[in-house]
C-alpha cells in the first residue's frame, strides 16, 4: 500500500488551497481515511476523516473552512482548505485504516503567510 500526498504549497492568509491523497494497493472507498497534520515540536493531530460509508469529521478548528471529499474513481481522498491563517501552517499527512492497518503518506507541507 502506497500513499501519495499532493498539492501543498505558500498561500497567503484568506486563501484556499486543495490537498489530494491517492493510493495505491488499497481502495479507499472500503476504508477510513484522515488528513492529520503537525507543527514542529507538536503532535500530529487530526483534521478530518471520512469512513467508508461517508460519514465526515472534523477539528473544531477547521469545521467550516476545510472540506474532505472522495473519488471513488480516481480512488484519491481530497481535502479542500478555504479560509487559511497562519494557524494552519503545518506538514499534512493522509492516512488510511483498513482492518486495523494504518498507511500513512509522506507529509505535503502547507504554509500560510500572513
Known amino acids: 500500500v502506497q500513499l501519495q500526498a499532493s498539492g501543498g504549497g505558500l498561500v497567503q492568509a484568506g486563501g484556499s488551497l486543495k490537498l489530494s491523497c491517492a493510493a495505491s494497493g488499497i481502495t479507499f472507498s472500503v476504508a477510513t481515511t484522515s488528513w492529520y497534520r503537525q507543527t514542529p515540536g507538536k503532535q500530529r493531530e487530526l483534521v478530518a476523516s471520512?469512513?467508508?460509508?461517508?460519514?465526515?469529521h472534523y477539528a473544531d478548528s477547521v469545521k467550516g473552512r476545510f472540506t474532505i471529499s472522495r473519488d471513488n474513481d480516481e480512488n484519491t481522498v481530497n481535502l479542500q482548505m478555504g479560509s487559511l491563517n497562519p494557524e494552519d501552517t503545518a506538514v499534512y499527512y493522509c492516512?488510511?485504516?483498513?482492518?486495523?492497518?494504518?498507511?500513512w503518506g509522506q507529509g505535503t507541507q502547507v504554509t500560510v503567510s500572513s
Open positions: 471520512i469512513g467508508s460509508g461517508g460519514v465526515r
Open positions: 492516512k488510511t485504516t483498513r482492518r486495523s492497518h494504518d498507511y
